[in-house]
């Protein structure tokens, strides 16, 4: 794995957030923002942001409530559009008017809301397995796990637990990337094996109105017309619908997209010829 700095800063409200940042190969390398999912964190990049660091400065930071970021004293602030306020700030700290994004299902929408909020702030997108229309039966199933998992024994317990509600999801996955995903999932505190995110996180998602959202979603969506974006889908996914993929190449000109075979929700990008395609759209 290349050598990443940690990098704290402040949000606008006035927590320490984290992110990992992997230099480029000059100083003024072109920046590349790794977005994660809901429950995830920084760790889910760490095998392909240091082959991406060969061209760009890759910074991957880490949401309010996650990992290394501090939580938010009100849950309210748990929100998709204060999380782009977070990644705005942390943009405005690089000092940069403008980035690449790769934004994996909850970092895709972060991304498309983004680019209405502030228009011209992306050069390029990787959209994860997500889309504005985000199917009930994939949204029931994450509902049903945020928040609620552990504390486990140990690693083990852990490990089984993340296979057997995942399986569906990564079928052809052996003991050893379940193990390995285990790492990147969970943290051991005080003797056993938790979630490395705050619980919380999960109460907002309670009160979401779909078909409201769906359709803010799409107008979120519709700014990013002139931004070259690669759509990558999992063909097990249920989340993001045969439907949305096909109005989304639709309603964007400049969408390519990527399937990547036998994978749900969300491909982890490091499946075969996965890191290439995202390579080759980047540097097009």
């Known amino acids: 794995m290349s050598d990443f700095k940690d990098r704290f800063f402040q949000s606008k409200d006035g927590l320490t957030l984290y992110a990992r940042d992997y230099s480029g190969p000059e100083a003024d390398s072109p920046t590349l923002l790794c977005l994660h999912g809901l429950t995830r964190n920084s760790c889910d990049f760490q095998d392909v942001a240091p082959a991406l660091a060969s061209d760009f400065r890759v910074v991957v930071p880490e949401q309010r409530g996650r990992g290394r970021s501090e939580y938010a004293a009100d849950v309210a602030h748990y929100a998709l559009m204060q999380y782009v306020e977070d990644t705005r700030a942390l943009i405005e700290g690089l000092g940069v008017d403008q980035v ?42 994450i509902k049903s796990y945020v928040g609620v998992p552990g504390p486990f024994a140990d690693w083990q317990e852990a490990t089984d637990y993340l296979a057997d509600i995942s399986s569906e999801i990564f079928p052809d996955w052996d003991r050893d990337q379940w193990s390995r995903f285990a790492r990147q999932s969970y943290v051991e505190r005080e003797g056993q094996v938790v979630i490395d995110y705050d619980p919380r996180i999960a109460e907002p998602l309670a009160g979401d109105s779909q078909d409201t959202e769906t359709e803010i979603l799409w107008s979120l969506f519709d700014t990013m017309v002139g931004v070259p974006m690669l759509l990558i889908r999992g063909d097990l996914t249920d989340l993001l619908t045969e439907e949305c993929t096909a109005e989304m190449l639709k309603r964007h000109p400049q969408c390519e997209l990527l399937r990547v075979p036998n994978v749900g929700h969300a491909p982890m990008l490091t499946e075969p010829g996965v890191p290439e395609a995202i390579q080759r759209f980047l540097l097009a």
């Open 100 to 141: 690449s994004i790769i934004g994996t299902s909850m970092g895709g929408l972060m991304t498309f809301a983004l680019s209405a909020l502030y228009p011209g702030s992306i050069k390029k997108a990787v959209i994860n397995d997500i889309g504005p229309h985000i199917a009930t039966v994939g949204l029931e199933r």
